[in-house]
């Protein structure tokens, strides 16, 4: 089977994106995933048969929902190539939109300290550190697992970040500048959740509706931030208006809310008072 025949096939009978198919098709070959242009100056090329074979089994795998980023191994995210697998969220690019917050917060400040809850790959911490050299990173998440995949990402990377096992902010005994967390926000039984199947449901859901884990995070935090420093959640899309109440509660001023690109409210956050 010739490159553009096989890519054809992905995208026609098993109704992938023409650009999952290429991606696919160049780790299959194990070439770059940036490499899209030689697929194209190679279009007419035969794929040896255990090539071939390879990108069958991948591509069906793709139609079946598995994400591309645990297929191919790598995530872009914020400039930086990440290696992921199925211990961890696959990290969306909405989520730079909390990076881009958060960095707006810190840009004043020298050397300040901040701390990621829930880091999963290290997406967040790492793009932070990779932006701001002089920070102070902190990374936690409850999943062994998850941690080992953030460690290796950051030693590839040389990025220096400092992880910790454990939930949220317990047993955290050092102040931050700055708080930042993209939580499990999936209220249990929505009916999403059925196309998110190969994630870890420990990164999605958090109680009946969404919302426990950053209730957690929102009462913990107060006692772990410096004077005026920001606590920044990134939460569902319909979500912004119960976090911004939650976080107003808790005594956070300057309470407002950021959308990503389509428009979507999609992080919510607020500074703790300089009087606190």
């Not at 198919?21 to 770059?32: E, K, M, S, V």
Request: aromatic share 4%; glycine share 8%.
């Amino acid at each position: 089977m010739e490159i553009r025949q096989a890519l054809a096939a992905a995208c026609a009978t098993l109704g992938l994106a023409r650009l999952d198919a290429q991606l696919l098709l160049l780790h299959a070959l194990g070439r770059p995933q940036h490499d899209r242009a030689w697929l194209l100056a190679h279009d007419g090329d035969t794929l040896d048969p255990a090539t071939e074979t390879r990108y069958r089994e991948l591509t069906r795998m793709r139609a079946a929902g598995t994400p591309l980023a645990y297929l191919t191994g790598v995530r872009e995210f914020y400039g930086l190539e990440l290696q992921v697998d199925a211990r961890v969220l696959d990290p969306r690019p909405d989520t730079e939109t909390l990076v881009e917050w958060a960095l707006e917060c810190i840009k004043d400040l020298a050397s300040p300290r901040l701390i990621d809850l829930g880091t999963g790959s290290g997406a967040i911490a790492l793009a932070l550190k990779h932006a701001r050299s002089d920070a102070r990173v902190h990374a936690v998440d409850a999943s062994a697992d998850a941690l080992a995949v953030a460690r290796a990402n950051a030693q590839r990377l040389g990025l220096e970040v400092e992880f910790t096992l454990g939930n949220w902010l317990a047993g955290v005994e050092q102040h931050y500048e700055l708080i930042v967390s993209n939580p499990p926000y999936i209220a249990e039984g929505d009916p999403h959740l059925e196309e998110l199947g190969h994630e870890p449901r420990l990164a999605l859901t958090s109680g009946p509706d969404g919302l426990d884990a950053i209730r957690a995070i929102i009462q913990q935090a107060p006692s772990h931030l410096s004077p005026g420093g920001w606590l920044l959640l990134e939460h569902g899309w319909d979500q912004a208006e119960a976090v911004r109440a939650l976080l107003t509660r808790a005594g956070f001023t300057n309470v407002q809310s950021r959308q990503d690109l389509p428009g979507v409210e999609r992080c919510s956050g607020g500074r703790l008072p300089l009087t606190h």
